[in-house]
């Protein structure tokens, strides 16, 4: 989708919302990405401010171990968000995935002057009603981190999915000090629990709620882990 000038966001937001600048500071972000405890993968996560006053967050994993990186592991995620009352709604997302001989896109155009989510899942294509604060899966991250960054006690979120738009809640899983390759961090955790898998993320305060901790814990068994390696922030633009 087209970039619109900053202007134009004015005439697109409801009224009574605001926009805002983005209570999350620019970061960048270096992750050990393991499976059962062993290292497959390195994540790097970008995100980085625009001129027009929306905010890009970017992942990148890369295979560096084992069958992943024989298979040439290579997945980039990328959402563009503008900021609403302090919180992210979603302007733009893409998916790509490319291992062995199987690739996977998606991408994502929010309209919010048609009020519109138009979704492009490889072959299958939907169009669907936008809600107010609406985020794709990607972004999610952005929004727990915000909603920390404010103090906020509930965590509720309408997801833009493959073809709908889906009720997402987070709970507190509780303060815990945890050690990372980056260190030791005071943090904060939350989750959210399905039938196949859970998924946690534990943020911290001092470097502006980054994710410190990422895991999602299948059923069946296995268990994806991101671990803070490193971090990084702009000149001037650490929290």
Known sequence: MKKIPFVFFCCLVPIGHALAE??????????????????LARTTIVLSANADGTSTLRTTTLGTSGLAKMAGLDVVEESTVRWVDGRPETVNYDFRQDVAFRNKRRHGEFDWRGNEVHMVDGKDEARYDLVRYAVDRHALTLALASDLSRQATRFDYKVAMKDAIEDVTYTS?????????AGSFSTRCLERV????????????SNGWIPVQIEQVEKKGDTITLRLASIEHPAGGKP
């Open 22 to 39: 983005s209570p999350i500071a620019p970061f960048k972000a270096e992750y050990q990405t393991l499976r059962n405890g062993k290292e």
């Open 194 to 205: 399905r039938d196949k898998r859970t998924s946690r993320s534990w943020f911290e305060e």
């Open 173 to 181: 899983c509780g303060d815990e000090k945890l050690s990372v390759p």
